[in-house]
């Protein structure tokens, strides 16, 4: 109980931590101002960190055993809506998933194990990410060493959400949490020309919609419907008249599943249709993959656990069993070491919600202090099981 109390007597230092990170949000791995404040802020407690990815990691105790603890720290490229007094003002960038919540906790948390540092029996490797949104920045700072010097034997993450009431959390120890997300863009390319002589052309458009159809069929025929699959086209763009066909046209989507297998058929039969039926219509079809991330499953063992340590927390409610329809790439570091990942509930109580990502999402601070201590808690209790 420690910790819960002295992250308490933190809240108005989280808060603050949370607003500067929600006022000044950025978008994507080049994240000079979050990376900027991490450094500065650990510096400032002692904490010696260093750039890693457009973000930061540092390391805290000594002994055999190191657990890492993460937190994402980008917004989304929108504008926001919440109406709250410390809004981001550019317009370019908002904080409607909650990684502003964990980066403040886990700068908590890393002030709370500093000033344990003589007591914990190992080590804390703190790994603030950018890019998440785009599912590029865990597996960037995996390329530069995250879980290198020491590698980690262990790593724990969490994620609040809009609705519930603060004090609930929510794991999964025995199936996938959160599915896998390959995300593309296909390109399909023709002939231009006057929309009056379509013999002398070779229309992209009619070519995209066919590819678009074709991929529909794919998610209902060709995976298997015990698992959990999604395939999305969130964006199709072409043309810039009414009277002109044009070169192009683009599709921008996504194919989720819970099964590793599936996703790997998936992704090859989506190339296979995309280049098959672009050139039944005369034309090519160029697809890049914007995001390949694993699906998130965490390791029983190490989850059980920490919801054992979670269970004695009074103000605490555990709820098992959570599984979800969105990606996280934490998932490059549940595939690589054992891992764990929890939700936090972080509603306002007889208020509406409005879900992640929408621009008039808010987020009940109240849970700020609670998240800090969890993962302080968890790393010292975990670290001192493994002594």
């Keep these: 109980m420690q910790y819960f109390r002295e992250a308490e007597k933190l809240r108005s230092e989280t808060i ?19 990376q900027e404040y991490v450094l500065r802020t650990l510096a400032s407690e002692g904490i010696e960190a260093k750039p890693c990815a457009g973000g930061a990691a540092a390391i805290l105790g000594q002994g055999k055993h190191t ?24 317009g370019l960038a908002a904080h409607t998933c909650g990684h502003d919540m964990h980066a403040a906790m886990l700068l908590t948390a890393a002030k709370l194990l500093k000033s344990n540092e003589n007591t914990l029996r190992g080590r804390v490797k703190l790994m603030f990410q950018t890019g998440e949104e785009t599912l590029s ?8 060493g995250i879980l290198q010097d020491p590698k980690p034997d262990a790593a724990l993450a969490l994620h609040v959400g809009p609705s519930g009431t603060v004090g609930e959390c929510w794991y999964n120890a025995d199936s996938t949490m959160m599915l896998s997300c390959d ?19 070779v229309d992209p458009i009619g070519a995209a ?25 969130g964006s199709l763009t072409a043309g810039t008249a009414y009277n002109i066909i044009p070169e192009t046209a683009t599709l921008q989507g996504s194919i989720r599943t819970d099964d590793a297998q599936t996703q790997v058929h998936l992704k090859k039969r989506m190339h296979e249709i ?31 656990a920490f919801a054992d ?12 069993g959570i599984r979800a329809s969105g990606s996280d790439d934490f998932a490059e570091i549940t595939a690589r070491i054992p891992a764990a990942y929890l939700f936090l509930s972080a ?20 849970v700020l202090p609670l998240g800090a201590a969890i993962l302080a808690h968890c790393a010292d209790t975990w670290l001192r099981s493994h002594d």
Excluded: W
């Design 67 to 90: 657990i890492l603890l993460r937190a994402d720290m980008d917004a989304l490229p929108m504008a926001e809506k919440s109406g709250l007094p410390f809004a981001c003002p550019t």
């Design 137 to 144: 920045g865990a597996k960037q700072m995996v390329a530069e």
């Design 309 to 320: 340590i979670l269970a004695k927390i009074p103000q605490l409610t555990l709820h098992a």
């Design 347 to 366: 509603g306002f109580p007889n208020e509406a919600s409005f879900a992640s990502h929408n621009p008039a999402v808010r987020f009940n601070e109240d």
């Design 16 to 34: 603050a931590h949370r607003r500067y990170f929600h006022r000044n949000a950025e978008t994507g791995t080049n994240m000079p101002l979050a």
């Design 183 to 201: 995300a593309f863009r296909i390109t399909v390319r023709g002939k231009g020309g006057h929309s009056a002589y379509p013999h002398l052309t």
């Design 274 to 304: 995309a280049a098959r039926t672009a050139e039944a219509f005369r034309c090519s079809a160029e697809i890049t993959m914007l995001a390949e991330n694993p699906l998130l499953r965490c390791d029983g063992t190490l989850t059980n």
């Design 209 to 233: 919609v066919e590819i678009y159809n074709a991929l529909m069929h794919l998610a209902a025929y060709e995976a298997d419907p015990s698992h959990n699959t999604v395939l999305t086209i």
